[in-house]
């Protein structure tokens, strides 16, 4: 045999031997915790539809329960269950929610994000301050936030359903109404130190009939954290709990696509 064909063969048998023993590349597999950060004035018992979805799909899920008394303690709650994690998660903030995970979400379990009609500052910014420059129906109605002589913050309960949540049943609205969480009004001013969409991928939910936050609004934060933008129609500030379908396969949909 010329020498030629010798080596030829003998370096096509080194290839082989090579890509045989080389593993395979493995598709990366879906995320499966995933952390879900409720905004002001309620708790965490409304992302319950999202969570039974979720649950019901193979994921775990947590649910921080935001005391709202200053902005550090909501990082800080936030933060605490993140810190109990053993895998990557996907960290989801809903109104308030998202600025709590705009500064909790540089945590290095967090794979991803997804704000849910939610604020997306800037470092050195805050959630108010962008949201004067699109004013929402809330900004312009009228006596619609309540301050106690504490500082603390609730919507006037006979406005609650028409504002945040004109798309729930009666009954669960005006419960919900009832049982506000009220909130430190410095949670809305404090300023960013750091702002997670920045180094992190994110996917996001406008809701095109939200009156708490404008829905300009949402949309300038998102496009500028360059997230994936779902616009969900004919559905307010409630959304998280009135459409859970459609938010579950948004969160999904950043489960699958985030890599750790």
Known sequence: ????????RRWSLVVLSCLAAAPM?????????VVLVHG???DGSGWKP???ILTKNGYDVHIVQIPETSFHDDVAATTRVLDLQTRPCILVGHSYGGS?????????RVAGLVYVAAAAPSVGHFEVEDEDRHPSVLAMTKGAV?????????LEPSLFSTLFAPDLPPDRAAFAARSQVLASAKVFRTPMTVAAWQTKPSWAIVAAADKI????????WYT???SRITTIPGVGHDVYEARPREVAAVIEDAARHAVP
């Open 1 to 8: 045999m010329p020498r030629a064909a010798i080596l030829r």
């Open 25 to 33: 590349p493995r598709a990366t597999a879906p995320l499966t915790c």
């Open 40 to 42: 002001a004035w309620v």
């Open 50 to 52: 999202v969570s039974d």
């Open 100 to 108: 709590v995970i705009t500064e909790a979400g540089v945590h290095p």
């Open 146 to 154: 309540v301050t106690t002589p504490d500082g603390f913050t609730f």
């Open 213 to 220: 936050i404008n829905p300009d609004t949402e949309r300038m």
């Open 224 to 226: 500028r954290a360059r």
